[in-house]
């Protein structure tokens, strides 16, 4: 990891320390991804079996599971993994059913009732990552808040091949379909549909560059979509008083995910940034996905700032998909934290935590989204819309405002809709 000290840089090379990393800004993955949606538009099931193929390997007969299928896996799953599925399916249920949102209804004068509503999104598609981890987590972060919403069909993609332990998470959330294809293509197939693959409404889920760019490529075509849930950022804000080994292994946790994962330490003090880097390199030692991990470190950064209220600014302005704080007194600095995707504190809760089994959702915005998009939650799987009823003493009291806004806008016939009612009731 790359140290700098924050005070010393110019404003360019502050900007510098908290860009992303050159990986995930690769402009060659968007014409890419580009060839590949319009290959499935044009070709559908032909087109996608044959990128499937060159990306992914074959893919047999089989690549579409109904919910028999899906249910069939848990006789085959290990007993432990079953158990800890289910003790995760139970936090992250209880902590999203209790965002179900009440119907708001008020009378805002006399006569004139406004109600706020909420309905779930009809066709969903979810995309759970597998290219280099088939992330069974991830299921129960999309298909349980799907399932809670009430959202009518659910159609779940996973690069093949699929195992038990996602078949069985699926089959437990309530998952309509699903196929076993990956990638871009697996969310062109889910945007534009094909011969075998529903067109849904919106498309959910993280995933590698590809992946993310298909999902905003689409959503400029009229395909709804979640956030840019892109590779896994993590950012520690850390004082003398944590322990290096958290921090490292807090670390490690997202470095190991892919190449262009990206970590940040924001410290304040020396001492503890040494002391972690050693940390980091020993237990590099034990980690299998080590390669993937290093590659990541080499893009990351070690920041020393002067104060803890300067490590908050300086993570405020990256963003983080996930903030760590291990300070004395981590509470204290929420006030200062505007910027996060999720936020996890003290030294008893590692970022892990909230991706398997805290009961939060691990679907989170990348790139500095953060600044203005949420954490998933039920809330994206539902739509909110308006219902009004005047009643006539409702409408003569709206009546001059009404018309005298219409008239003020040149709009004649807005104020005629009301002006005909007031003249029927002479
Ligand atoms: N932000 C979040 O909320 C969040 C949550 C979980 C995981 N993640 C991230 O999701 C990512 C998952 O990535 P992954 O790669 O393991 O799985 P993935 O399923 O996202 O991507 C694998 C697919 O990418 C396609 N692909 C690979 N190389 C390609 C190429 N050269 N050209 C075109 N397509 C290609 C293949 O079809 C493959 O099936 C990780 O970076 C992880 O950090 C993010
Ligand atoms: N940390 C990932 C989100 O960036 C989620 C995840 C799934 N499995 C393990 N981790
Ligand atoms: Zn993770």
């Known amino acids: ?8 840089l110019t404003e360019t090379q502050k900007q510098a320390a908290l860009s992303r990393s050159e990986l995930v800004q690769d402009g060659a993955v968007a014409e890419s991804v580009r060839t590949i949606l319009a290959r499935v538009k044009n070709e559908g099931d032909a087109g996608l079996l044959a990128l499937t193929e060159q990306f992914d390997g074959p893919l047999g007969d089989n690549w579409q599971l109904g919910p028999e299928q899906m249910a069939e896996a848990a006789g085959r799953l290990d007993e432990a993994l079953k158990q800890a599925i289910d003790q995760a399916i139970d936090n992250i249920g209880r902590f999203h ?26 066709r969903v598609g979810l995309y759970v990552p597998g290219g280099t981890a088939p992330l069974i987590s991830t299921v129960l972060m999309l298909a349980l808040p799907a399932r809670i919403a009430g959202c009518e069909l659910k159609v779940m993609v ?28 697996a969310i062109a197939a889910l945007a534009y549909g094909t011969e075998t693959v529903p067109r849904v409404d919106k498309i959910f889920g993280p995933g590698n560059r590809f992946v ?26 850390a004082d003398d008083s944590a322990n290096p080994d958290f921090v490292a292994a807090d670390l490690l946790s997202q470095a190991e995910h892919g ?7 924001v410290t304040n003090s020396a001492a503890l940034a040494d002391a972690v880097e050693q940390a980091v390199s020993r237990q590099l030692e034990r980690l299998p996905r080590s390669a993937v991990a290093q ?17 908050c600014a300086i993570s405020n302005a990256y963003a983080p998909e996930h903030l760590i704080v291990q300070t004395r007194a981590p509470r204290d600095l929420l006030p200062r934290l505007r910027a996060a995707g ?14 398997y089994a805290s009961g939060t959702n691990h679907v989170l915005p990348t790139y500095g989204a953060a600044r203005t998009a949420s954490s998933l939650s039920l809330a994206d799987f539902q739509r909110r819309f308006t219902v009004q009823e005047l009643s006539q003493d409702g409408l003569n009291t709206l009546a001059n405002a009404v018309t005298t806004l ?6 004649r016939a807005h104020a005629t809709a009301v002006t005909l009612r007031l003249e029927a009731q002479q």
Not at 100 to 121: D, F, H, K, W, Y
Not at 259 to 265: C, G, K, R
Not at 342 to 355: C, H, K, N, Q, R
């Open 406 to 411: 219409a008239e003020a806008e040149g709009l």
């Open 1 to 8: 990891m790359q140290r700098v000290i924050w005070q010393t």
């Open 97 to 122: 059913s209790a965002q179900q949102p009440q119907t708001l209804a008020l009378n805002v004068a006399n006569g004139v009732r406004c109600e706020l509503r909420s309905e779930a999104i009809e």
């Open 295 to 311: 590659v990541a470190l080499s893009q990351s950064r070690v920041i020393l700032a002067d104060t803890l209220e300067q490590a």
């Open 342 to 355: 999720s936020i996890f504190l003290g030294p008893w809760t590692p970022e892990s935590v909230g991706d």
């Open 212 to 237: 993310t760019e298909a999902k905003t490529q689409v959503s400029q075509q009229g395909t709804a979509i979640d956030m840019p849930a892109g590779p896994s950022e993590v950012l520690v804000i």
């Open 158 to 185: 996973t690069p093949p091949p699929v195992n038990d332990a996602i078949l069985y998470a699926a089959s437990r959330c309530g998952v309509d379909t699903l196929f076993t294809i990956g990638g871009a293509q």
């Open 259 to 265: 190449e262009d994962s990206q970590v940040m330490l």
